[in-house]
Nanobody, 123 residues
Framework: QVQLLESGGGSVQAGGSLRLSCAAS????????LSWYRQAPGKEREFVSS????????TYADSVKGRFTISRSNAENTVYLEMGSLKPEDTAMYYC????????????????WGQGTRVTVDS
């Protein structure tokens, strides 16, 4: 069982910055593949960014490339999302997702979501 706890959301003016955190507990002997998704009001949930279990590979949606940076602390199984140059269209609920990981050298599949943290960007 994996629990994901997001934090760091809030309200910010356009052009501002926020840092989101997601701490994964459970399966502590594993390095999780961690991702961020977001869902704006009235829209479908969309991929934002992901980071590999080893932290060596990152992926970004085109809409955030160059503005957002994902990183992780493997010691704490925590993923961060540094969001800069925020735009009103970044307003959404941001969700952390753990979909598998490396456990004692072996890949294991699972899928867990956090409860989300709200980001509001005012124009």
């Amino acid at each position: 069982q994996v629990q994901l706890l997001e934090s760091g959301g809030g309200s910010v003016q356009a052009g501002g910055s926020l840092r989101l955190s997601c701490a994964a507990s459970g399966n502590t002997h594993c390095r999780h593949l961690l991702s961020w998704y977001r869902q704006a009001p009235g829209k479908e949930r969309e991929f934002v960014s992901s980071i590999s279990a080893a932290g060596t590979t990152t992926t970004y949606a085109d809409s955030v490339k160059g503005r957002f940076t994902i990183s992780r602390s493997n010691a704490e199984n925590t993923v961060y999302l540094e969001m800069g140059s925020l735009k009103p269209e970044d307003t959404a609920m941001y969700y952390c997702k753990s979909n598998g990981g490396v456990c004692r050298g072996t890949w294991s599949d699972w899928e867990y979501w956090g409860q989300g943290t709200r980001v509001t960007v005012d124009s």
